[in-house]
């Protein structure tokens, strides 16, 4: 079992529509959550950091979080072209352990 | 976030020649920097944590004589490859984190193509 996964994907949306993004990963001991996304040829960039049970929104970016299902998801309102690149989702535990990335997915938006 | 500066961007050189990349944290005195390498549509592989003033952590199956980790000041890492070969033709990316549970914050990337 990997201990971060994600769909690999592509997850195909049209414009305007909400894209909905999962991740799950298998360390109980996981405190913080990240979202990065990476254009073809880019390095990843990062859109957001959730640490608490419950959701947290940026714009149109919302992550959520559920820890008693070890369930991470991001959801992007109101999806744009521009959006489409790979979702990376990320893990850490802290303690100087190393953060733990999923494969990522990949999201395309039809215009 | 932190603001890393990676360079060069792009190297095309000789199977054999040795590649440095430099990662440079430019407003973080960072202990630690990560060296991730990613090939064409695969998912990133950490490849080694780079530590201030001692040895670098290499992941399992990355050999550490062929990527050379130097850590020598807080804001400045280097990856040499060295002797490189074809397969050695990826995308490197170096990261900057500023602490437990923070997020981190990565360089716009290395391509490395060995000819």
């Known amino acids: 079992q990997k201990e971060v996964e994600q769909n690999s994907g592509p997850l195909s949306v049209p414009e305007g529509a909400i894209a909905s993004l999962n991740c799950t990963y298998s360390d109980r001991g996981s405190q913080s959550f990240f979202w990065y996304r990476q254009y073809s040829g880019k390095s990843p960039e990062l859109i957001m950091f959730i640490y608490s049970n419950g959701d947290k929104e940026d714009g149109r970016f919302t992550a959520q979080l559920n820890k008693a299902s070890q369930y991470v998801s991001l959801l992007i309102r109101d999806s744009q072209p521009s959006d489409s690149a790979t979702y990376l989702c990320?893990?850490?535990?802290?303690?100087?352990?190393?953060?733990?990335f999923g494969a990522g997915t990949r999201l395309f938006v039809k215009a | 976030g932190a603001v890393v500066s990676q360079h060069p961007s792009r190297v095309i050189c000789k199977s054999g020649t040795s590649v440095k990349i430099e990662c440079r944290s430019l407003?973080?005195?960072?202990?630690?920097m990560f060296w991730y390498r990613q090939f064409p549509k695969q998912s990133l592989m950490l490849m080694a944590t780079?530590?201030?003033?001692?040895?670098?952590?290499?992941e399992q199956g990355v050999e550490k004589d062929k990527f050379l980790i130097n850590h020598a000041s807080l804001t400045l890492s280097t990856l040499t490859v060295t002797s490189a070969h074809p397969e050695d033709s990826s995308f490197y990316i170096c990261s900057v984190g500023r602490g437990d549970n923070q997020p981190q914050h990565f360089g716009d990337g290395t391509r490395l193509s060995i000819l």
């Open positions: 407003d973080f005195q960072a202990t630690t």
């Open positions: 990320a893990a850490s535990k802290g303690g100087g352990f190393k953060t733990i």
């Open positions: 780079s530590n201030e003033g001692s040895k670098a952590t290499y």
